[in-house]
């Protein structure tokens, strides 16, 4: 298969993936909608092959793992968790329910797949972290991915955690920033102005690059690259838009959590099947 079409199959991936997140937001009328969105094409090339897993052993030791660090992202990977099997469809409906079992912020103890708890930002680094070094203190030979949001970055643990990852060597940790220049209250540049992110990394010893994180094909190219360097942890830093293919979520101020009507989210829907019906026949005909 060439690069060009698995770019695009991936890209099929990514807008089911959308489409199940949407619906799910939609049973409750409120959300964090707009880190959800941003980071969807990168959980469907993780789930699609660059992550090792098994969704009939959640728990099996020689499992890849991923810390979603930003934690409010979990309504985006329990979407692409039942898509891949780990669990019905049907637990979606519990999103935010008390006693549920698909909380706001991802939790371990209650959902199949998730690997780490998170949602207190700056911590998942260290978690992270900790798999790492475990993994390789037990010859496991897996990888840790680590999803970091940028207004995380703000935290003083992460650069922290950047240093003791970049001094043991921690060639399997590969992390992500989603750098969709927006945070709980307001656009980075103005709360807090994050620089260079890639160069920042690359100044504490990290493999770093940039690539446009709504493109499928440039972060896979840019996981591959990351494989091969074994003797420095890995930073893709993802330039995206907060509440990327959401119409009323996209870019706007105030999307990090957001009420909306059933006007909105059913036109939201409409539009993300549209986009998966046209990436869709975009693959098919690929194909032929």
């Known amino acids: 298969m060439g690069i060009g079409q698995e770019a695009k199959e991936l890209q099929v991936v990514a807008d089911g993936i959308r489409l199940v ?3 799910t937001f939609a049973n409750l009328g409120f959300g964090h909608i707009g ?3 941003s980071v969807i094409e990168t959980l469907a090339v993780l789930y699609s092959g660059e992550l090792r897993c098994d969704p009939q052993k959640p728990g099996w030791d020689g499992r890849d793992r991923l810390v979603m660090s930003k934690g409010h992202a979990g309504p985006a990977l329990y979407a692409t968790l039942s898509l891949r099997g780990f669990f019905s469809k049907d637990l979606l409906s519990e999103l935010n329910q008390g006693g549920g079992r698909l909380p706001s912020h991802c939790d371990m ?3 199949p ?3 780490m708890t998170t949602g207190s930002l700056g911590q998942g680094i260290s978690t992270a972290i900790g798999l790492a070094l475990g993994a390789r203190m037990n010859g496991l030979g897996n990888y840790t991915f680590l999803i970091l949001g940028d ?5 003083g643990q992460v650069w922290e955690g950047a240093m003791f990852a970049a001094h043991y060597k921690l060639g399997s ?6 750098w969709n220049k927006q945070q709980l209250d307001g656009f980075t540049r103005e709360v807090m102005n994050l620089g260079d992110i890639e160069a920042k990394f690359s100044a504490f010893g990290w ?3 940039v690539v446009n994180g709504h493109d499928p094909g440039a972060i896979k190219a840019a996981i591959i690259d990351a ?3 074994t003797e420095k942890p890995s930073v893709i830093v993802l330039d995206t838009i907060k509440g990327y293919g959401c119409d009323f979520a996209e870019g706007v101020d105030g999307n990090h959590h957001m009420t909306f009507t059933a006007e909105q989210i059913d036109n939201a829907i409409a539009l993300a099947s549209q986009r998966l019906e046209a990436s869709r026949e975009a693959a098919s005909v690929g194909e032929g």
């Open 21 to 23: 997140t949407l619906r």
């Open 113 to 115: 797949g998730i690997d």
């Open 227 to 229: 494989k091969l360097e």
């Open 151 to 155: 207004g995380e970055c703000d935290e």
């Open 35 to 37: 880190g959800a969105m």
């Open 207 to 209: 493999h770093a690059a």
């Open 173 to 178: 940790l590969i992390a992500f920033v989603d």
């Open 109 to 111: 103890h209650k959902t």
